[in-house]
C-alpha cells in the first residue's frame, strides 16, 4: 500500500482537539480524529507509529491506512465521517404485490390458525405465485409502510 504521510494545520489539530474534547460525535469521528492526531508528523508534533497507535485505539493497521488515504486523497471533513453506502438495493415489492400482500392478510387465515403471521403470509404469496420468493421481513415492512399510510 502506498505510504501517505499526514501534516496538519494548526486550525486542523484545533478542530481535531475540540471533536475529543468536547462535543458529541460519533465513534466513527472520535476514531478518526485520533488516528489523524496521532499520525500527524507536521510541525505541531511527533509521529506515533501505526503499530502504537493501533494498539492504543484496539483497531487494524488497515483502519489507520484507510484514514490517511482518505485524508490525502478526499480531505479533512470526508476523513472524519462515515463514507455513505453506495449498494443499491432493488425493491421486490412493488405496487401491485403490496396490493395483493393487503388484500391477503384481510382475508381468512388458513385452517388451524387464529390470524396471520408474517411467515405464513410470505409462504402463502409464493404459494400463490405472487412472488418468487419473499422473506416474511419484507412481509413486515410493506404492511408497517401500509400502516401508516392509512394512520397519517
Known sequence: MAKY????????????MS??????????????AYILLNCDEGKYSEKIT??????VLKIGMRTID??????????????????ATSRVYETKA???MEAKLVALCCSKPPKGQAKWSLRLLA????ELKYVESISYETVR????????????
Open 123 to 126: 409462504d402463502k404469496m409464493v
Open 50 to 55: 501505526n503499530e502504537q497507535i493501533s494498539k
Open 141 to 152: 415492512t410493506v404492511l408497517k409502510k401500509r400502516l401508516k399510510a392509512l394512520e397519517g
Open 19 to 32: 471533536i475529543i474534547n468536547k462535543g458529541s460525535h460519533t465513534s466513527q469521528t472520535f476514531r478518526s
Open 94 to 96: 412493488d405496487g401491485e
Open 66 to 83: 484507510r484514514v490517511k488515504k482518505r485524508f490525502i486523497e478526499e480531505g479533512f471533513e470526508v476523513a472524519l465521517e462515515r463514507k
Open 5 to 16: 504521510i499526514i501534516h496538519l494545520t494548526k486550525s486542523e489539530r484545533d478542530e481535531l
